[in-house]
């Protein structure tokens, strides 16, 4: 059977929330796709339920397990690891603990990619506590990525570098709702594994550097579960989130060549700088948050950042 899509989704101890998101995919009106389910250290009781659950999907879902003794690396080495195996000339992702919640996004985002040319194409998401929608959109209060419509495909865009950049500024594109194809992950470099946190938001720098035609679907197809739940996330204090974020905007700004990407990069940058700023003020830690209020500014001077300066410097 030949493959179209890989579908990559990083797992570890979670086999009773992907139950799920695997029956969302096995409902996709797409056919031609793998589902690589990629385990990151699981326990024994969870290895023997992922190995029961392929088995009842059927023949297009796979569960790779780690070595024995082999350490958890992160969500990011594992999609890394799907994407090496994966035999589609198209690689979507999604987390374990989120769901797709449209039959038709896998065949939409194919048929839409095929249509423009597109090597990147990312969908709206809603926000989801239990079976509470909290959020029905993530995007679409966003202009920029609806100015060029795509004749003959319902609430889908064409996106420019610069509108890209406008927008990567401010959100990321999350992997729950995007596909892209293989060949431009090879150019643009796999996730970048040190990064325990925030390596959605250099992935999707590097990827739109790359990209030859983004496209966006202002429709969600994707919820993400907000919900109080032990995740990599919520694992990591805020401390080391902002500098785990800090340093993915630094390897962005490094490695990207656009300028509207390298401008949003260091803007974003400036922001963190800021809120980490703001922690340390809160810590009593005066000299570290001057340092940082300093370094924000001059990064990307802007008039927040000049009467934060400016604040910093009076108490």
């Keep these: 059977m030949s493959v179209r899509v890989s579908v990559v989704i990083p797992t570890f101890n979670r086999s009773r929330d992907i139950e799920h998101l695997l029956n969302d995919i096995s409902n996709q009106t797409e056919s031609s796709f793998e589902v690589l389910i990629i385990d990151d250290g699981s326990d024994d009781d ?3 339920k992922y190995r029961e659950l392929v088995v009842a999907y059927g023949g297009r ?3 790779i397990e780690k070595s024995r003794g082999e350490t958890a690396r ?3 080495a594992s999609r890394n690891r799907g994407i090496r195996i994966a ?3 198209l690689i979507a992702f999604c987390d374990d603990d989120d769901r797709w919640i449209r039959g038709d996004h896998l065949a939409f985002g194919c048929q839409a990619m095929d249509m423009v040319g597109a090597d990147l194409f990312w969908a709206d998401m809603q926000t989801r506590k239990g079976d509470e929608v909290l959020n029905l959109s993530m995007y679409s209060d966003f202009s920029p990525l609806m100015q060029q419509p795509i004749h003959g495909l319902q609430d889908t865009f064409v996106v420019d570098r610069r509108s890209m950049g406008r927008f990567l500024r401010h959100r990321i594109i999350h992997c729950d709702s995007l596909i892209v194809k293989k060949r431009m992950i090879d150019s643009a470099g796999p996730y970048w594994e040190p990064l325990k946190f925030a390596e959605d938001h250099d992935f999707c720098f590097r990827l739109a550097d790359r990209s030859t035609k983004s496209i966006y679907r202002d429709c969600s197809v994707a919820a993400l579960n907000v919900s109080p739940h032990v995740s990599v996330a ?3 204090d805020a401390v080391d989130r902002l500098l785990f974020g800090i340093m993915a905007l630094s390897h962005v700004e490094a490695v990207v060549i656009d300028k509207w990407l390298i401008s949003a990069a260091r803007a974003n940058r400036s922001w963190k700088l800021l809120e980490l700023a703001e922690i340390m003020g809160a810590s ?3 000299g570290a948050m001057r340092r940082l209020v300093q370094e924000s500014y001059l990064l990307n ?6 009467f934060r300066w ?3 410097f009076w108490h």
């Excluded at 001077?301 to 000049?306: A, E, V």
């Design 310 to 312: 400016m604040q910093a």
């Design 61 to 63: 879902f796979f569960f």
């Design 46 to 48: 969870h290895i023997h």
């Design 284 to 286: 009593k830690n005066k």
């Design 301 to 306: 001077p802007s008039i927040r950042g000049f």
């Design 87 to 89: 035999q589609g000339e």
């Design 74 to 76: 992160g969500p990011g």
């Design 234 to 236: 919520r694992s990591i």
